[in-house]
């Protein structure tokens, strides 16, 4: 009987000295931000072609002639078809309003193509002037500055150290204010959905270009600027700390 008993009283001082253990242990849960500004590498010139005409088959036709011209055209630039994409085909009808009353025009046939290459603002300029030339009004452009998959995920793998860093040096300033020091990482939670990337001014239509007439060369225009593109990443993580002796 004084065995069992002993036991039990052995079981309850461990366990008590467990629990004293843990309750020296405490968290800091904190948010690491991190920021960086990226030239563009690449950029997205997009352009729409257009063609109306009152039979649909011949809004079709005229609309495949602007595109084979257009490809054309690009070409001699020295653009390959690789770098281009088209896409976005459609036909809609063209309705104006007369006396009180819309009338339908005809058909309106329309076909989207992207086209891709490394950033380079005299290629850029190049394209600007040869869309905004007289007699090539049936076009509509803009431009998107835009990351490689390459340059995005090295900033990305950049940031989460920065974040991460940046979380750790805050914590360890209020742990060392609360007498306490890190012992190890309890938890993070990586905040994928708050990956941003954002730039100003990012999609610019040519008829915001203005040429600058001072050139007697080719045509530039002075409002073509591919800005940085910023990217932030959050991270939260939880350490787990105890009491300095």
Do not use: C
């Not at 931000?33 to 563009?40: G, I, N, Q, S």
């Not at 530039?220 to 800005?227: A, C, E, G, P, W």
């Amino acid at each position: 009987m004084k065995r069992i008993v002993l036991l039990t009283l052995a079981l309850i001082v461990t366990s008590f000295a467990g629990f004293a253990q843990t309750a020296e242990k405490s968290t800091i849960n904190i948010v690491g931000d991190a920021e960086l500004k990226v030239l563009p590498d690449v950029v997205v010139f997009s352009v729409t072609v257009f063609a109306v005409h009152n039979v649909l088959n011949e809004s079709v036709k005229k609309l495949n002639e602007e595109t084979t011209s257009l490809t054309a055209l690009l070409e001699k630039m020295g653009f390959t078809k690789e770098q281009m994409r088209i896409a976005g085909f459609s036909v809609q009808q063209e309705w104006e309003y007369e006396n009180s009353k819309s009338v339908m025009k005809g058909y309106r046939a329309t076909q989207h193509i992207n086209l891709r290459f490394s950033a380079d603002k005299d290629k850029l300029a190049l394209l600007m002037e040869a869309f905004t030339a007289e007699g090539r009004r049936q076009f509509s452009t803009f431009y998107t500055p835009q990351l490689s998959e390459k340059v995005q995920r090295e900033t990305e793998q950049k940031l989460i150290v920065l974040a991460m860093n940046r979380a750790r040096e805050n914590a360890e300033v209020i742990a060392r204010q609360a007498g306490q020091r890190i012992v190890r990482v309890g938890e993070i939670n990586y905040h994928i959905d708050r990956k941003i990337v954002e730039t100003e001014h990012m999609n610019v239509k040519a008829d915001y270009m203005v040429p600058d007439e001072s050139k007697e060369s080719i045509l530039t225009f002075q409002q073509i600027d591919l800005q940085e593109i910023t990217l932030t990443e959050r991270i939260t993580i939880t350490f787990v700390t105890e009491q300095v002796k």
